[in-house]
């Protein structure tokens, strides 16, 4: 293969890889997941609420991964499973009264996020804090991981 044929196989090649990032940009993926609708919770929501009381209750707790008892969804550590259940955020009142240690095999909540979708976001480091006790990178990174969110990192 000559050279010029090689160049032009490799910008056909970029084309295709460019064209395929703008248009995952123009249309993000559609979730398949049952984690929540991602939203930047906003001052006086009652997840910004909650999403503020476990970082205040959580934000010094090591990272020490836990799934659920139900396998559904894997947390920052045991302190955001209890507080996540017992503030709401999940639907339910409930405490975790049993988790395992370690992430999720399969989880169906607060997946991690797809290339196409990650790479469509702007890399800028403007930290925030997600449901699941997680500091994203920026508020696109968590919405790709099916996460509500809060702005600023989960620990202090």
Known sequence: ?????????????????????????????????LAPMAVAAGAGDGVANALDACRAR????????????????????????NCAFASGLLGSGA??????????????????PSFACATACAQ???PVCGENGVSYSNGCIAECSGVRYVRGSCHA
């Not at 196989?9 to 993926?29: E, F, I, K, N």
């Not at 920052?76 to 499973?81: F, G, L, M, Q, V």
């Open 1 to 33: 293969m000559s050279t010029s044929t090689a160049l032009k196989l490799l910008a056909l090649l970029l084309a295709s890889v460019a064209r395929d990032a703008r248009s995952a940009r123009a249309t993000p993926a559609p979730v398949r997941a």
């Open 58 to 81: 959580c934000g010094d707790e090591a990272f020490a991964p836990v799934c659920a008892a139900n396998g559904a969804a894997t947390y920052a550590n045991k302190c955001w499973a």
């Open 95 to 112: 405490r975790v009264n049993f988790v395992v240690d370690g992430a999720c095999a399969n989880p169906t909540r607060f997946r991690n």
């Open 124 to 126: 800028v480091y403007e």
